[in-house]
């Protein structure tokens, strides 16, 4: 089914083309980065929808499935920057479970999701297979930390300004809007400790001004 074109669609059709010139076969990896609250879930979703107009495979994941236990998440603490980014997600088990069985494509199971946040346990496993072409989408933050950076083919960077994100945070699950507020700072904090560690805007192939979510554009880098 083809999508009614906005402005929105436009783009993520052109950033389509330029995956599929380089990637026609095979198993591809995406990842859709950016801060929370900067719409990395609906721009995966929208760009898999956009891949369905040209028939082609598309699974869609995100980091949020792969948590750690909370008594691992905050051991240092509720507060911790530190603790959100080096102790929030089970990359070992995002590689063992849904990487690793999709590169090797033929009759190999994938699992899409491989913790319950809210239950605080492994869930029970979403396996799938799919065609040995196919593209996985992964959505979420950190995702151009550097014992991921070498799994993706293609990656986003989405840039959303600090205030407008956690306007969007405050709107969609009662997050204090203010960026500075005591609340957030294990999310500022950590945020920050990855900016130094990983410059990922510097690291996507491409750079996603998505400020205004109806009307997202391509932003080019000063290679300089």
């Avoid at 009614?4 to 076969?25: F, K, S």
């Amino acid at each position: 089914m083809r999508l009614v074109t906005t402005p929105r669609v436009d783009l993520l059709r052109e950033l389509r083309a330029e995956i599929l010139h380089n990637y026609r076969v095979g198993r591809v990896l995406i990842a859709v980065d950016g801060i929370s609250g900067s719409g990395t879930a609906a721009f995966a979703d929208d760009l898999a929808e956009v891949f369905r107009e040209e028939d082609r495979a598309v699974f869609r994941a995100s980091i949020d499935d792969f948590h750690r236990p909370r008594e691992d998440r905050y051991s240092r603490g509720r507060d911790s920057g530190e603790g959100y980014y080096s102790d929030s997600f089970d990359y070992s088990l995002f590689r063992r479970v849904l990487i690793e069985p999709f590169r090797m494509a033929g009759s190999a199971g994938f699992q899409l999701a491989g913790f319950d946040e809210e239950r605080n346990t492994g869930e029970e496993a979403r396996w799938a297979t799919g065609p040995k072409d196919a593209f996985l989408l992964v959505d979420g933050v950190f995702l151009h930390r550097p014992e991921l950076r070498g799994l993706w083919h293609y990656s986003v960077w989405l840039d959303v300004p600090v205030d407008e994100a956690y306007r969007r945070l405050n709107e969609s699950i009662g997050a204090d809007r203010r960026p500075d507020a005591a609340s957030n700072a294990r999310y500022v904090g950590g945020q920050a400790l990855y900016t130094i560690d990983a410059a990922p805007r510097g690291q996507a192939s491409v750079v996603i001004d998505n400020a205004d979510e109806a009307h997202p554009t391509r932003s080019f880098l000063d290679s300089c």
